[in-house]
């Protein structure tokens, strides 16, 4: 099941390089992270509790000296020795590791689901920190397209095709990328120290992210998405089944305890006289009954257990809306994102041929710089904009993966 979540968070638009790098990201996080390791110790406490139930009550025992000796027919009694073990009903000891072992399995599913919300974060962040990136890269080509028109205009002022005001208004308009440039390396800092603390490693370590990434033209064809297997879900039904099994060993506590001893009296020998059993030990064996008379207690255990089996049915009831919401606001984020990227990729197309247009109106001597200043803004808005209309997509996509089941 975990590798089958760390493919479908990769998705499939990867290359397979790029797949096995976020996958490594992710399996590292899961090695690493303090949460996912507290979670283990946690599991592992419940399932080691199965051997602390599975034991019988301490032993009595007992040593008596009498102080005043006590005469029999025999002799003068001068010490006693007991011991005593209560055994609990048949089954009782069963019940209980039948009750620990369902409660193990509901810890098992909260560790389930704090690796894939694990998982689900990196990819997010790993998606995040892509979108920055390309957004630098967007910016840096921006500017070497400003230099290559402040260079025209410089041409163009020199033949008195254009005022030096335009120069200045695209060197300000470099700037203004360059600042922004800036501002994204700051943005991009803050989340790679994110990414790497859900990795647990030094928040300088720098992370590999790929600078290609696309909107395929549809989704994978994949199995229809279900909850009724999903670990948020199963954990109610782990929760329901302890609680049955609790009620189980209610019933079986309920039921006498039964006792098993023996009673040991040294006798000391009568003296000046001689007859059988002179001086004879004697030796008890016992057998004791603990009756639960008074068993409120048991039926308000058992009341309690009904309340708590409608409470967690009805928890179950109330997260399974929550996720079916989030599963369905997810599928159609992701859709919108996927015509936004069709749309900017149009508009971009659109720019460029407008850029195209510009230059070969230099070639006449009558390129309009106000133009190319609005045709490149207009250009980079659509690129920043497809930008985002990736990273929403995947975002949305590593919330779908997580809601698989």
Known sequence: MRYIILIGLVFFAFSETKAQQLASYIQEAEKNNPEIQAFELRYTIAEEKVNEINTL???????????SEPETRTGAQKAKFSAKQMIPWFGTITARENYIGSLADAQYEELIIVKRKLAMSVSQSYYRLFAIRAKQNILDENIELLDTYERLALTSVEVGNASAVDVLRLQIRQNELQQQKEV???EYLAEQTLFNKLLNIDEKTPVEVYNELTVPEQDPITEEVGLDLHPELLKYDKLYESIKQFEILNQKEALPNLGFGLDYISVADRPDMSFDDNGKDILMPMVSVSLPIFNNKYKSISQQNKLRQEEITA?????RNKLETLLSEANSNRMAARIRFRTQAKNIQQAKD???????????????????????ELQLKFQINQIESIKSYYIQSAIINYLRS
């Open 315 to 319: 928890q179950k009831h109330e997260r």
């Open 57 to 67: 009550p301490n032993t009595e025992v007992s040593v008596g000296y009498f102080v």
């Open 354 to 376: 407008g850029e195209e247009i510009l230059i070969r109106s230099y070639e006449t001597g009558t390129i309009d710089f106000n133009d190319v200043l609005d045709i490149q």
């Open 184 to 186: 994204l390396q700051q």
